[in-house]
């Protein structure tokens, strides 16, 4: 633009200066004698044979004009040449611009697929380390390796999210580089298809980490418990009995207990409390998938349906109140079911007996039938003589160390509980 205006101001110079030969006097019309419509001839107009015959005004008049046609002429021919130059520069610019940053953005792109791929395959090995440590590490670092495997696994997943958005993003990019793909189409076929590698990786990896985590839920305690119950087999022989700490006289209470049951029947007993003239007065059993909570006999329960799952761990929380009848079960910290009228005004007597995996009911020979006994872990059993609040009840399910609160009338790892038959500690 800046060369058309140089072109432009030498083109207005040359024009003046014809201008000004015109004005000082080549070329001088009279117009005194209008009336005649003629040039006057010259007196002595007579050339001689051996020279030319000089110009008159108007000759030279019309000499300047082609002159200066020509001129411009020249001068535009001159300025298209300059434009296809300038224009063909700028081309060429243009060219070796996306060229430059087609390359920058393939080598970033690459760099740091190859970045994420290397932190995913650390990752991946540490964990598979530490998951093949832990069957020949000592029992006590169990919790220790459980919360470094889930602090891993969460941490992996957060990586995996952010992964994952940064390629849907990139998915979304790619419609803005259709100029780029028309210059080299291969480079970014190959870089779709290393990130399509990636997803599929992204999504195996994913898979891997549920099996791990599912691996180690199905292997090891709750957070904070150290041992357990074990109840290989339904038996009316094993059973564990519980001496509690305080009476049983209660007006209200909170009863709550880990559950990882192999079988679940019509009725499977978690726990029991009942006396001769009722066996049923504190009762918590599970009925295939669901739980039930019974006070004051089993016309009195609270049935929390589908909350109950083979080979998990499961918190299971009872509360109930005598004055309002108020009874509610929680499961894993959340509230399942709640009932009103439950055994109003009915007060749970002292003088019982309390037991884990069975009841004693005096259907059978012992005291005991085989179809209600229970199968599998038990761990953090334990029972208050209040109603705990909803944020006590998470913190037992949720919290770090649930097994370390204790209840005030059974402590679990401080109350007496005896195991029978063959029922017996793990850890």
């Not at 117009?31 to 001689?48: Q, V």
């Not at 994420?116 to 650390?122: A, D, M, P, V």
């Not at 094993?238 to 209470?253: E, K, Q």
């Not at 204790?406 to 509980?417: A, F, H, K, L």
Request: with cysteine.
């Amino acid at each position: 633009m800046t060369m058309l205006k140089v072109l432009f101001g030498v083109f207005l110079c040359l024009s003046s200066v014809v201008l000004g030969q015109y004005d000082d006097g080549h070329l001088q019309v009279h117009f005194e004698n209008l009336s005649s419509n003629e040039i006057s001839d010259p007196e002595e107009a007579t050339p001689t044979p051996c020279k030319s015959t000089e110009l008159t005004k108007w000759d030279k008049l019309f000499s300047m004009l082609e002159n200066s046609q020509m001129r411009e002429n020249i001068l535009l021919q001159y300025v298209d040449e300059i434009i296809k130059v300038e224009l063909q520069s700028i081309r060429d610019e243009m060219h070796q611009f996306v060229a430059n940053f087609a390359g920058t953005c393939t080598n970033a792109i690459d760099s740091a697929s190859t970045r994420i791929t290397s932190q995913l395959e650390g990752k991946l090995m540490q964990i598979a380390e530490r998951i093949g440590d832990t069957n020949t590490v000592h029992q006590s670092q169990h919790y220790k390796v459980l919360e470094q495997l889930l602090v891993a696994s969460q941490d992996t997943a957060y990586r995996l999210s952010k992964i994952e958005s940064a390629w849907q993003n990139g998915a979304e990019a790619k419609s803005l580089h259709s100029e780029l793909k028309q210059q080299d189409v291969s480079v970014y076929t190959g870089l779709e298809k290393v990130m399509d590698s990636m997803a599929y990786d992204l999504q195996k990896t994913r898979a891997e980490l549920q099996l791990s985590q599912k691996w180690v839920a199905q292997h090891f305690l709750p957070s904070g418990c150290e041992v357990a119950l074990l109840f290989p087999m339904r038996s009316r022989k094993i059973f564990a009995s519980v001496n509690p700490a305080a009476s049983m006289t209660l007006d209200s209470f909170t009863a709550c207990i880990w559950s990882k049951v192999t079988d679940a029947l019509n009725k499977t007993v978690l726990f029991s409390y009942g006396t001769k003239r009722n066996p049923y007065e504190i009762q918590l059993s599970l009925s295939q998938q669901s739980a039930v909570l019974s006070v004051g006999g089993d016309t009195y329960s609270t049935v929390a349906s589908n909350v109950a799952t083979v080979g998990e761990w499961v918190h299971f929380c009872g509360t109930w109140r005598s004055n309002d009848g108020n009874a509610s079960l929680w499961v894993n910290g959340e509230l399942a079911a709640t009932s009103t009228g439950v055994a109003e005004g009915h007060p749970i007597p002292d003088g019982g007996i309390l037991q884990l995996g069975q009841e004693k009911n005096g259907c059978c020979v012992g005291g005991f039938d085989e179809k209600l006994a229970f199968s599998g872990k038990l761990t953090g059993f334990n029972i208050w003589d209040k109603v705990l609040d909803k944020e006590q009840i998470a913190h037992l399910a949720k919290g770090e160390g649930s097994c370390s609160t204790r209840g005030n009338v059974v402590g679990w790892g401080v109350t007496e509980i005896l195991p029978h038959g063959g029922a017996q500690y793990i850890h």
